[in-house]
């Protein structure tokens, strides 16, 4: 069985055992990364990263097939259907992006599927190991590296700060400036306009110091002049 399995393995000819050993390795590889990105409750799960690592690989079978078939073929290049596929695959990754007042979701999540078309790319070619390693890498840096980030970048605890404007064209800028030189991270923000009121309401999800005192930094930003209301939620 394992002498099987090596020659299956070594076997550059594409045939139907070729290709379904093939689509099996890329069917793990695809529900590994699939598994964790689903355990994150992010937008693209176990399902989509599997189907688009099998794809991927069955795109670079059909390609090598060709050539093997078709030799005098002149658009038998192997290459020419893999790269249309990192290029498609563009276009699905754009999906996972949300963006909505002013933040931005989902560019983790769109890196992932590019990755995994691309690992999907190295089983269809035989390229096992450098799946292997790739897939591996892919994990950790999702895993240990994000709990890295959180530990060297931001200590703090994740609030919710909403401030009101009697404006609709308010100084971000400004505000922006307040908050980061009294060492508060900016996560995320969104931005909404009330043009028949002439207000504006900014909402930042921001990283501060778990016991830090805020009262000087409501004083400092109402000392823009348009500050209506100033609310610090967890």
């Known amino acids: 069985m394992i002498d099987y399995i090596n020659q299956l393995a070594h076997d550059i000819t594409i045939t139907p055992y070729t290709a379904a050993f093939k689509l099996f390795i890329s069917f793990l590889l695809g529900v590994i990364v699939g598994f964790e990105r689903?355990?994150?409750?992010?937008?693209?799960?176990v399902r989509t990263f599997t189907l688009i690592c099998m794809g991927s690989t069955a795109a670079m079978l059909i390609s090598i097939w060709i050539s093997?078939?078709?030799?005098?073929?002149l658009n038998g290049n192997p290459g020419r259907?893999?790269?249309q596929v990192l290029t498609g695959i563009g276009f699905l990754g754009a999906g996972a992006i949300i963006q909505g007042r002013g933040s931005i979701h989902g560019l983790t999540t769109a890196a992932c599927i590019w990755m995994i078309a691309v690992?999907?790319?190295?089983?269809g070619a035989?390229?096992?190991?450098?799946?292997f390693i790739t897939t591996l890498f892919t994990v950790f840096v999702l895993v240990s590296v994000e709990n890295m980030e959180k530990r060297v970048f931001v200590s703090g605890v994740n609030k919710i700060l909403t401030i009101?404007?009697?404006t609709d064209n308010p100084e971000l800028k400004e505000i922006r400036k307040i908050l980061e030189s009294r060492g508060i991270y900016i996560v995320s923000v969104s931005f909404e306009l009330l043009y028949e009121e002439n207000r504006s309401i900014i909402t930042y999800r921001v990283n501060v110091k778990e016991h830090a005192s805020?009262?000087?930094?409501?004083?400092?930003i109402r000392t823009l002049g348009y500050i209506a209301q100033i609310k610090l939620i967890a």
């Open 38 to 45: 689903q355990s994150q409750r992010r937008e693209a799960g």
């Open 68 to 73: 093997q078939c078709y030799p005098h073929f």
């Open 81 to 83: 259907i893999a790269a």
């Open 119 to 123: 690992i999907g790319l190295a089983v």
């Open 126 to 131: 035989g390229m096992y190991i450098p799946a």
């Open 164 to 166: 009101t404007c009697t």
């Open 214 to 220: 805020y009262m000087d930094l409501f004083q400092e």
